[in-house]
Nanobody, 123 residues
Framework: EVQLGESGGGSVQAGGSLRLSCICS????????MAWYRQVPGGECKLIAQ???????WYSGAVEGRFTISLDRPENTFHLQMNNLEFEDTAVYYC?????????????????WGRGTQVTVSS
C-alpha cells in the first residue's frame, strides 16, 4: 500500500523560505507522477509542481522561478523548496502520486495523497 505524509510546513514572513517533504512508502517512484498541490479555504485544489512519469518537470505560473520540486530516491522522499514566499502562497499544501486534477484536494478520488501541511506567509 502506498502511503504519503507531508512535513515542513509552518509560518514564515514574506520573502522567506520553507522546504516541504513528502515521505513515501510502498512505491519505488518508477512510472509514477509525483506532484505538489495547494488549496485555500473555499478554493479549488491547484496543481503547482510535478515530476511526471514522462516529460519535463512542470510548474504553475504562480510558483515558477520560486519553487523547486525534487526527488530523493534513497530517502523515499520528494521535496518542494519554496523561496521568496509571498502572502498569496498561504495555503494547505498536499503531496500526491498520480493525483490527477481534482477540484478538492481533500476528496481527490484518485491517486495517493498526504493529509496536507499548512503554510502561512505573513506580509
Amino acid at each position: 500500500e502506498v502511503q504519503l505524509g507531508e512535513s515542513g510546513g509552518g509560518s514564515v514572513q514574506a520573502g522567506g523560505s520553507l522546504r516541504l517533504s513528502c515521505i513515501c512508502s510502498g512505491t519505488t517512484f518508477d512510472d509514477v507522477t509525483m506532484a505538489w498541490y495547494r488549496q485555500v479555504p473555499g478554493g479549488e485544489c491547484k496543481l503547482i509542481a510535478q515530476i511526471p512519469r514522462r516529460g519535463r518537470v512542470w510548474y504553475s505560473g504562480a510558483v515558477e522561478g520560486r519553487f523547486t520540486i525534487s526527488l530523493d530516491r534513497p530517502e523515499n522522499t520528494f521535496h518542494l523548496q519554496m523561496n521568496n514566499l509571498e502572502f498569496e502562497d498561504t495555503a494547505v499544501y498536499y503531496c500526491a502520486i498520480d493525483g490527477g486534477w481534482p477540484d478538492d484536494c481533500t476528496r481527490p478520488g484518485i491517486g495517493y495523497w498526504g493529509r496536507g501541511t499548512q503554510v502561512t506567509v505573513s506580509s
